[in-house]
């Protein structure tokens, strides 16, 4: 539409403001709102936004209009979304970090150790909150490594019992013709919390699922560097997720007063529940959601080297952190962990998928 130039310009100052006159200034600024907002946008997108962050995709609580999704089921609220990780930081304050040491002749005192889980599939619920600072001093690799999985792997399953408890309550409700009162509060609630806006009970289905515990484990060793890092050790990050505006630790080679931080939390088990929140409601693992529920369909146990796949966008490295991902996933046989179960609770779980 091509607006023709006003060749008199008294024409403004001889005649008063009418009804036509009105409704063409308006239609003026309508299309000129239209013209200049995207030259701003371009421009602010080569000047504001940094390329170093927009194509990362670790944004959990970055669920803003300009960094989030652009569907409108997918704009989350951030404080609907994580207002149990946030309420689970707050209850856990004040915590100890226990040494090492100690961890280990906790672990021998209760008989927990990886050979035993890999045999009979059961873990012992030792679930600690921050992680020992010795474990970078443990020079033996493969003890290294089997530490940080005995650490990591209680609270990991415990986080996936949790998802059970929920997709068998929505269930129950999806298989009845009439809801109580507190059944459609509880709804209300887990439609927010997957940031479902649409109030859709398939959606909210396909969101409220677990992440294979072998794939969790493996992304928290590779953005821990096996529990190693400094995030894991001062904020109990495991899983390197990004904040504009929450509390977190700012990477040293940032600029200052720019960029995003880690995600900090207080306790390791809310790093956790963030983590697979991020996944299960995050615009951009959409296609992760899919293929799991393509495994839920088909009866199929979760394969957690097939959904690493769609982790691409995960990190700037895309494909190669895939790679990276399977590799870990391999080498240390994590798949014997996918099927373990958290005594003394969880062998009841069992038929809850």
Do not use: C
Not at 176 to 203: M, P
Not at 332 to 339: I, Q
């Amino acid at each position: 539409m091509k607006i023709k130039k006003i060749k008199n310009l008294d024409f403004f100052k001889e005649k008063s403001l009418n009804n036509l006159l009105r409704i063409f200034l308006s239609s003026f600024l309508m299309i000129s709102f239209f013209y200049i907002a995207p030259i701003f946008i371009n421009f602010a997108e080569k000047n504001i936004i940094t390329t170093e962050f927009s194509n990362n995709s670790k944004q959990v609580l970055a669920y803003t209009l300009n960094n989030g999704p652009k569907n409108q089921d997918e704009v989350i609220n951030e404080n609907d979304v994580l207002f149990d990780i946030f309420n689970l930081n707050d209850l856990e304050s004040d915590t100890v970090r226990l040494s090492a040491a100690t961890i280990k002749q906790l672990f021998e005192d209760t008989g927990y150790n990886l050979q035993d889980v890999r045999k009979k599939k059961l873990v012992k619920p030792v679930a600690l909150t921050l992680l020992p600072q010795e474990i970078k001093m443990i020079e033996n690799v493969k003890k290294r490594k089997e530490f940080f999985i005995q650490i990591v792997l209680p609270l990991i399953i415990q986080e996936n019992n949790n998802i059970r408890l929920d997709r068998k309550t929505l269930f129950n409700i999806i298989n009845k013709s009439n809801n109580t009162a507190s059944e459609k509060k509880w709804l209300e609630r887990k439609y927010k919390q997957y940031g479902v806006n649409s109030r859709d009970l398939s959606v909210l289905k396909i969101r409220m699922d677990e992440i294979p515990t072998s794939l969790a484990i493996a992304q928290a060793a590779k953005e821990t560097g096996w529990g190693t890092s400094r995030f894991a050790q001062e904020g109990n990050a495991l899983f390197g997720q990004w904040t504009w505006s929450g509390e977190g630790l700012k990477p040293k080679k940032a600029e200052e007063g720019k960029g995003h931080k880690v995600m900090k939390f207080n306790v390791l088990q809310a790093s956790v529940r963030a983590y697979q929140r991020n996944l299960n409601t995050h615009s951009t693992y959409k296609d992760f959601r899919k293929a799991r529920a393509e495994f839920r369909d088909l009866n199929k146990p979760l394969d957690s080297i097939e959904l690493s796949t769609h982790l691409n966008k995960y990190a700037e490295t895309g494909n190669q952190y895939v790679e990276v991902l399977q590799k870990i996933i391999t080498q240390n046989k994590l798949k014997d962990f996918d099927d373990a179960k958290l005594l003394p609770s969880s062998i009841d779980l069992e038929s809850l998928i």
